[in-house]
């Protein structure tokens, strides 16, 4: 899992799509059944496009915007990021304030049908607090998703895994303490980035129950984030962006960053909210995949500031590592 806020100051906007295509690439080590990026408009001057369909990269190509000064384009296909990107994307994606990459190791639902693939366009559901226009997001783990259909009124989904009905739930979410009750009903491992279809300048990131999520933010102020933070240190070797800070976020954390409107000010990204939650796991669900193509410092890091609670749950992978 891997996206960028774009500072809409930023001389040049090279840097960091460059960072994006190489945290693309590097976050093949989690996933190579499928993967795929949203590219969402919205900052004056850089420009938005209309949704677009048809055919795509691997077979699946979609739009997902309202108005073509708030589009949104959605490329997901079979196997490596890199058999997914393609150079004539980059103009689209130097202009997009938000980008959402990732990458999947498919556990539940076929990696052959583009419904169960991320980035996914998911409508929204009165369950959490109202309707929506739905959320386009990204999910990182393995939760009962038996039990959360127990626990709400979900609608039918669309495919087969179990990210689309915590995103059902969280677009209709309206402030942190609905987010959070809906993070705090997780049961199993769930890092998870998504943007409301009607706010596209703002993203929300959470980090529940063991899968880890790094947030990092640039010299020029642009945010982003990976799910290893080595990611970021080989992103600096191999591109001309230097980071200020990259920090590993701590189990149940919950942020939404973007740009506050204010008249008059030069506004960067900066994180609009903030709050923290409770996560749950199964027993199952500590295993050392969770911390594939970590270094040992930063697996021992994580590890010391794990704070879950457990309880004993049929169901899951048995302990897997699933990226769906």
């Given at each position: 899992m891997f996206g960028i806020v774009r500072s809409p100051f930023a001389d040049d906007p090279g840097p960091a799509s460059d960072v994006f295509i190489t945290l693309g690439a590097l976050a093949e080590e989690r996933g190579t059944d499928s993967a795929g990026?949203?590219?969402?408009?919205?900052?004056?001057?850089?420009?938005?496009?209309?949704?677009?369909?048809?055919?795509?990269?691997?077979?699946?190509?979609?739009?997902?915007?309202?108005?073509?000064?708030?589009?949104?384009?959605?490329?997901?296909?079979?196997?490596?990021?890199?058999?997914?990107?393609?150079?004539?994307?980059?103009?689209?994606?130097?202009?997009?304030?938000?980008?959402?990459?990732?990458?999947?190791?498919?556990?539940?639902?076929?990696?052959?049908?583009?419904?169960?693939?991320?980035?996914?366009?998911?409508?929204?559901?009165?369950a959490a607090g109202g309707p929506s226009a739905g959320v386009v997001a990204t999910h990182n783990g393995d939760i009962d998703v038996a039990d959360l259909r127990s626990r709400f009124?979900?609608?039918?989904?669309?495919?087969?895994?179990?990210?689309?009905?915590?995103?059902?739930?969280?677009?209709?979410?309206?402030?942190?303490?609905?987010?959070?009750?809906?993070?705090?009903?997780?049961?199993?491992?769930?890092?998870?980035?998504?943007?409301?279809?009607?706010?596209?300048?703002?993203?929300?990131?959470?980090?529940?129950?063991?899968?880890?999520?790094?947030?990092?933010?640039?010299?020029?102020?642009?945010?982003?984030?990976?799910?290893?933070?080595?990611?970021f240190r080989e992103a600096e070797r191999h591109t001309r962006v230097e980071f200020a800070t990259v920090v590993m976020l701590r189990e149940g954390t919950y942020l939404k960053v973007g740009m506050e409107r204010r008249p008059g000010r030069r506004d960067l990204p900066e994180v609009l909210a903030t709050a923290n939650f409770q996560p749950t796991a199964r027993d199952t669900d500590l295993d050392d995949r969770v911390w594939t193509g970590f270094t040992h410092a930063d697996e021992e890091c994580d590890r010391a500031g794990l704070i879950h609670s457990v309880v004993e749950r049929l169901g899951g992978t048995g302990g897997l590592l699933s990226v769906a």
């Amino acid at each position: 899992m891997f996206g960028i806020v774009r500072s809409p100051f930023a001389d040049d906007p090279g840097p960091a799509s460059d960072v994006f295509i190489t945290l693309g690439a590097l976050a093949e080590e989690r996933g190579t059944d499928s993967a795929g990026l949203a590219l969402l408009g919205g900052w004056p001057g850089l420009g938005g496009w209309p949704g677009l369909g048809g055919p795509g990269v691997g077979g699946h190509e979609s739009g997902c915007g309202a108005a073509p000064a708030v589009g949104c384009r959605v490329v997901k296909g079979r196997g490596r990021f890199s058999g997914v990107w393609r150079p004539e994307f980059l103009p689209e994606l130097d202009r997009a304030p938000v980008v959402l990459g990732h990458t999947r190791w498919a556990t539940q639902g076929s990696p052959a049908e583009a419904d169960n693939a991320s980035p996914m366009v998911v409508l929204g559901t009165a369950a959490a607090g109202g309707p929506s226009a739905g959320v386009v997001a990204t999910h990182n783990g393995d939760i009962d998703v038996a039990d959360l259909r127990s626990r709400f009124a979900l609608p039918p989904a669309a495919g087969a895994t179990d990210s689309e009905p915590i995103f059902q739930l969280l677009a209709g979410c309206d402030g942190p303490s609905d987010v959070t009750a809906v993070l705090e009903a997780l049961v199993g491992r769930a890092a998870l980035v998504w943007v409301d279809r009607d706010r596209p300048t703002e993203v929300h990131l959470a980090r529940a129950a063991l899968s880890p999520l790094t947030v990092a933010v640039d010299t020029a102020q642009n945010i982003y984030w990976a799910s290893n933070p080595r990611w970021f240190r080989e992103a600096e070797r191999h591109t001309r962006v230097e980071f200020a800070t990259v920090v590993m976020l701590r189990e149940g954390t919950y942020l939404k960053v973007g740009m506050e409107r204010r008249p008059g000010r030069r506004d960067l990204p900066e994180v609009l909210a903030t709050a923290n939650f409770q996560p749950t796991a199964r027993d199952t669900d500590l295993d050392d995949r969770v911390w594939t193509g970590f270094t040992h410092a930063d697996e021992e890091c994580d590890r010391a500031g794990l704070i879950h609670s457990v309880v004993e749950r049929l169901g899951g992978t048995g302990g897997l590592l699933s990226v769906a």
